[in-house]
């Protein structure tokens, strides 16, 4: 067996040491000077929709869950800020010589909060639950290529227990992987894969994780009052192994959606981290000189996305008409006041190929759309074209195409009706406006039930456009054909190359798979690219020990107020 030292680096340090801050004061003692008050109140646009570890799919619902569960490793920043890998609820693990099997070794005082042990037992029910096909949690397939018996037991073909998840003992946990993976002990960071407590899991039934009773984990805090759409509450697991660490007393959600709300608030010094990219705002709140600011990039796309089995949108043609048939440019001056990227590819810049930036080694694949758009210069014509190959006659002024928006905000009717406008002018065609929350949103691209959205992917570990690219595989991508109805012999074509992309670690091979698969995406355009998202996060000059990292999600431990 090779013994691993708990912290191991991230592979994405290189590109992500430059983009980093941890607000702290810290000896080895812990924080000094620490407040009389150690009560917190951080801002989300929105609170989670569960709260149930193997269905938290946005956001959202991770931000919310990360305070409560833990799992077998956590993520952190280094004194260089570079990510890290430190104990979880497992104290230590070993990785036999094929990096193959992973033995974990559980904190012995490793408890949930109502005082129970975390046992091995626990772990491998939480894994379990991940790929019982009777959950059909969403995040499954991030680790169902990598643990041995994964995708079987989540495709009904094996039951749970052939999982090649095992307990050796009461605290040691075997996992065992068809593979080497140098990504599994990241991904098995992610909320999906934190440990739940058996005994409550079952107790709670379908309950789990809709309300505070119904909610329990192992990590730093418990959920002690949750209003949805309003906020939520948390105060001090006061079972958790690392309690010494956990310096809040108090740490408290607020959901505010509007930007100009959130800067009354910050100028209040009511709330002390936020995430505020606004230009009517930024500089008001920044002058003031009540927050630390940090800007970093994020791994993140935002995208349109056609629903390919509605008869209006069911030609390429129409499809990629609508994709070329408005400014990034201007719409992120436009409506956003440049706070973005300009997306012409799905890959972020700060995306990497081996060790290289993608930006560096992909070329001319890098503006990928803009090459696309250079064969097809009149959109409108493109546009009717597809009209007459899809039966829809040559009046492109006859085309009704629903869009359904992200969210409700007076930000997101803005960015509608700028597009409505675009694609109106620019094409001759009806855009009809629903506007609809985000998560009923992403229930009716679920069902199938749209016709174009907006979405977006987040990618919290990891910088290889793969983290994008596998998505649109249409078997087994999360945007796959369930979704999008993209079918016919350029998406099998895609799907091949998406499918080999996941098996192999060559990086001259992706290289080469990457700018050869996604123009076959962008021409088709089931979906396409709009925008890289930076994230702007405020931090009160009183708090210390906050972190903030593209790749990390806030559970608090370490973070204290300080006396100023």
Known sequence: MKKKVLSLLLAAAMVCSMSVTAF???TSAGIENMADNQEL????????????TIQ?????DQHCAAPIYEGLLRRELDENGNLILVPGAAESYEVNEDETVYTFHLQPEGKFSDGTPVTAEDVVYSWQRAFDPELASPQSWQLEDMVVNAKACFNSEKPLEELGVKALDDLTVEITLNSPNPNFLTVSTFPFARIVSKAFVENCGTKFGSSPEYVMGSGPYKLISWEPGSSMVYEPNENYWNADEVYLTKLTLQVVKEASTLAQALMGQEIDIADLNDTDWNDIVDQLGYYNVVEIPQMSTYFFMFNCDKPQLSNWKIRLALSLGFDRERYNSEVYGGKFVPAYSFAPPIATVGDALWTDVAGDSVD??????????????????GMEEAGLGSDPSALTINYTTLGTTELVKKSAEWMKQELETNLGITLNIELTEWNVMYDLVDAGDFEMAFGGWNVDSGTEPLRFLKLFEKNEGYYGEAKLHWTGEKADEYSVAAVEMQQ????DRLLELYKASEPILLEEAPVTPVYFSKQRTLVSTDIAGYQVHPFLLPDFIGVARVAE
């Open 24 to 26: 702290a004061e810290e």
């Open 41 to 52: 109140t951080f801002q989300l646009t929105s609170d989670a929709a569960t709260l149930d």
């Open 56 to 60: 938290t799919s946005t956001m959202a």
């Open 368 to 385: 990928a759309l803009k090459t696309i758009a250079e064969k097809y210069p009149d959109p409108k014509a493109l546009l009717i074209e």
């Open 504 to 507: 192999i670690f060559d990086p």
